[in-house]
């Protein structure tokens, strides 16, 4: 290792932007990810940073550049290669526009050309040379990139979590793969959520708790920390000890986020009453006033907004969440196809009130009769629960690839109405609930007259577990932009509601 620094990060600071309009518009951070950050990384060092696979996930993007920090700064002439698995994991391309692709980034055309000639005799690439990304595994997607790190022509790597999804076997060639990078002289970034590669094969330690540096300095003594911490933290033996364990890293993240990275301090130069005043905090109080102002005088006008409001297209059909006066009105999905209530015969994924009182399964109401269902075969959903939220777009990936390539035009159908759908598709089946379409996996469902929602396949089903943290068989998520996706895994099929 020499003393020639290839990258300094200084005072990396990164908060996600937060989810609800009134604290954008208030500056707040929703999420501190990583707190004043500060390392250098040397020629030919191997630079192992420890932390959750998230911190690291955002560390990695503002390193390589794909992300601007909300402080600090990257100083860096050299040339980064930034590898993680699930970066590619939905990638259309066959194996060989891939790997092109990548080398182009990093050489010129006729080394291109030559490493594409030796790489089609290897027999992980020769198998798989016209094979998507997408339908690779996890490990054969790490083999590959592993490859790639060997010879494109990069000063910077940066490996992301690459050692979860190799084998044993596999993990030996990765060593020797680092070491090797590692006497050609190159900065190697292992970034890590397991202990073990960074102790193996990193010969610095930084340790991130919270997105901040807890630990920096040799491997040996940070790996005894590290265990030292993980053997009390083992220890716990309550939710309230749990709670109280790291109090202080946790409040430190937490107070931060809430103070530093909240509403601009005025300058020194702005002097005056409006130096304890929030410019913003006045803007959205008069923008409230004024609304209260306007509901006052709709409501003394006794306006009603009825009648023609229904007869906008692209209106939207809202989820109904009413209350009687004694009690709440529930609802579920039929996880079933043809599923008989009386002389009703409702498709998959149909909304039907239910009752409240659950026991060993589902009253279902529908009009004035009352049915019993069992469990296994509805859904329950409540659109006042505290789902999980997410936008649409981050689950298209895990829909089908014919409904992702078309999906714009599918989805301005919802909330218009039962007819557009009827009379403008070919359809394969269709009643007052429901429309096939011929031909696309595409079923849209109908409510007083609109459309109600859309059901389409579900892909890559373990992957979306994986990445959310998913326990539950069946997923329901917020949507940020409004509507709900919910997932009926058993069917392997999403339902759209566009409230």
């Not at 990093?106 to 490493?115: A, C, I, K, T």
């Not at 994924?349 to 409240?356: G, K, Q």
């Amino acid at each position: 290792m020499h003393d020639i620094i290839l990258l300094r990060a200084l005072d990396l600071t990164y908060a996600k932007e937060p989810v609800k309009f009134k604290d954008r518009m208030l500056g707040r951070a929703e999420g501190l990810m990583l707190k004043d950050v500060t390392f250098h990384l040397y020629k030919g060092e191997v630079l192992g940073i420890l932390s959750d696979y998230e911190s690291l996930s955002y560390l990695k993007e503002v390193v390589s550049g794909t992300l601007d920090v909300s402080k600090g700064k990257i100083k860096t002439k050299s040339s980064i290669l930034s590898l993680d698995v699930m970066d590619h994991i939905h990638h259309r391309h066959p194996v060989n526009i891939f790997v092109t692709e990548l080398l182009d980034e990093y050489m010129g055309p006729d080394d291109v050309q030559n490493v594409i000639e030796e790489l089609k005799e290897q027999p992980l690439f020769r198998k798989n040379w016209g094979t998507p990304v997408k339908d690779l595994t996890r490990r054969e997607i790490a083999l590959i990139l592993i490859e790639m790190s060997k010879v494109a022509d990069a000063e910077i790597i940066i490996y992301c979590n690459m050692y979860r999804h190799l084998t044993e076997r596999d993990r030996e060639m990765f060593k020797s793969a680092v070491n090797n990078q590692e006497k050609s002289e190159r900065g190697i970034l292992l970034l890590e959520n397991d202990i073990e590669p960074v102790s193996m094969l990193a010969n610095y330690f930084i340790w991130l708790s919270y997105g901040q540096i807890r630990y920096d300095g040799s491997v040996k003594k940070g790996v005894d920390t590290y265990n030292e911490y993980m053997r009390r933290k083992s220890q716990l033996k309550s939710v309230d000890e749990e709670v109280l364990f790291d109090l202080e890293w946790k409040q430190d993240v937490s107070e931060y986020a809430r103070y530093k990275h909240s509403l601009q301090r005025l300058s020194r130069k702005q002097t005056g009453l409006i130096d304890g005043l929030n410019i913003r905090k006045i803007i959205i109080s008069i923008v409230l006033l004024f609304m209260m102002l306007m509901s006052s005088i709709v409501i003394f006008m006794d306006i009603s907004f009825t009648g023609s409001a229904n007869t906008k297209q692209n209106q939207s059909v809202t989820v109904p969440d009413a209350e009687s006066e004694n009690e709440r009105i529930y609802y579920a999905l039929t996880a079933e196809d043809s599923m008989q209530f009386g002389e009703q015969v409702l498709s998959h994924l149909s909304l039907v009130e239910v009752d409240s009182n659950r026991g060993d399964g589902y009253t279902v109401i529908i009009g004035d009769s009352e049915y019993a269902a069992d469990e296994e075969s509805l859904i329950y959903f409540n659109p006042a629960s505290l789902y999980p939220e997410v936008s649409f777009e981050s689950l298209l990936p895990y829909t089908s690839e014919k409904f992702v390539d078309s999906y714009q035009f599918y989805t301005r159908y919802l909330g218009r109405e039962a007819s557009t759908v009827i009379d403008g598709f070919n359809l394969s089946s269709s009643d007052d609930r429901h429309a096939s379409v011929s031909g696309f996996p595409v079923t849209y469902h109908f409510r007083n007259g609109y459309v109600f929602s859309m059901t389409i396949p579900a892909s890559d089903i373990n992957g979306l577990y994986e990445e959310h943290g998913l326990e539950s068989k069946d997923v329901i998520f917020r949507l940020r932009d409004g509507g709900f996706m919910i997932l009926d895994a058993s069917n392997e099929t999403w339902l759209y509601i566009n409230q």
